[in-house]
């Protein structure tokens, strides 16, 4: 298939453009590089350098390389950031989210593989969440994200439009020359490398006191290789299946501190920890059941492991600064 990946330079859009091209498809990235580097485009991909908000661009992209599918990761994802600057989260991540989508149905493309988030869900009632549990979120982030899948619920009754909304947990490990490296970086486990690296002098717990054993919030991990098996499972799917929305994440539920302590594990480095406040909007828990997905499309994670993730992140992490 000709297939168009938004943010394609990025840590999960890469690893899912490389993956696809490795199936045999042919794929442009589309990313404006405001948290990626050019040398991050996947090798065998056509590469535009383009906002979501470009509409005309984004139109000339899908009718000029015959785009049958997009799959959609191009946003912002920074929860405790989204508290601080609310209107830029609803600008790039729905506003300019629904010019894609105008700018699909004008060029004939109907199939979307879309990038969402366990955020939507906000404090989940019951643990592990599943995807008929309540949409309430708690920061601008997870807000941003479900009022597209709202969208979505719509253009797919009214225009037609073929869609699998994939609601992540925490991302995180590496594939082969690509892993986790945000700009600036905000997540726990390569903050937490860095740490071990010497590149920073130690890491800070927010919050200590949830309603957790530890008193840290707990997060359900999941290994970016079957992060994107799961959107190669999903785009196959949506020839048969006009609508799909799927929980991706392991099932299980690690604290900052057990993260800490698989670092320790994985490193042999001591990890020096701060404790600090805890931030707005951050819910105390949340994990993920993907048996649905397992069940309709029979997706299963190969890396569950906690240490087995770290241990991919850091050996992408110290090949990172090693040539750097």
């Known amino acids: 298939m000709n297939l168009l990946v938004t ?85 790039n991540n729905t506003a300019s989210a629904l010019i894609l989508f105008q700018a699909m149905e004008t060029a ?12 939507v869900y906000g404090e989940p009632a019951t643990t592990p969440i599943e995807e008929d549990a309540a949409l309430h979120p708690t920061n601008p982030y997870g807000e941003s994200k479900l009022m597209v899948e709202q969208m979505l619920v719509w253009l797919q009754r009214i225009r037609g439009l073929r869609y699998a909304s994939l609601r992540y947990f925490n991302v995180a490990g590496a594939m082969p020359g690509r892993g986790e490296a945000h700009e600036p970086e905000s997540h726990l486990i390569p ?21 957790t054993p530890d008193g840290t919030c707990i997060r359900d991990y999941i290994h970016v290789g079957d992060l994107a098996d799961a959107h ?11 609508r799909m929305i799927y929980n991706l994440g392991n099932g299980r539920g690690f604290s900052v501190r057990e993260v800490i302590e698989s670092v320790r594990r994985v490193t042999g480095h001591p990890i020096p ?31 569950p492991g906690l240490d087995e993730i770290v241990a991919d992140a850091w050996q992408w992490h110290r090949q990172r600064y090693a040539s750097s």
């Open 7 to 91: 943010g394609g330079a990025g840590y999960i859009g890469g690893t899912v453009a490389g993956m696809l091209i490795e199936s045999g498809h042919r794929v442009v990235v589309y990313d404006n590089l405001c948290h990626s580097q050019r040398s991050a485009v996947p090798a065998g991909s056509v590469f535009v350098e383009g906002d979501i908000g470009e509409r005309a661009r984004l139109e000339d992209t899908l009718r000029t390389h015959q785009i049958e599918a997009v799959l959609h990761f191009a946003a912002l994802i920074e929860a405790g950031e989204s508290m601080q600057a609310p209107a830029q989260y609803f600008s």
């Open 108 to 119: 004939g493309v109907g199939k979307l593989v879309f990038s969402s988030t366990a955020a």
């Open 191 to 211: 903050l937490v490398l860095d740490v071990a690296l010497g590149r920073r002098q130690s890491i800070r717990i927010y919050g200590s006191d949830y309603p």
């Open 232 to 242: 190669l499972l999903a785009l196959a799917a949506l020839d048969r299946v006009p």
């Open 273 to 303: 920890v701060e404790e600090c406040p805890p931030r707005p909007g951050d819910p105390a828990v949340l994990v993920a059941s993907s048996k649905k997905i397992a069940r309709e499309l029979g997706w299963k994670p190969r890396h």
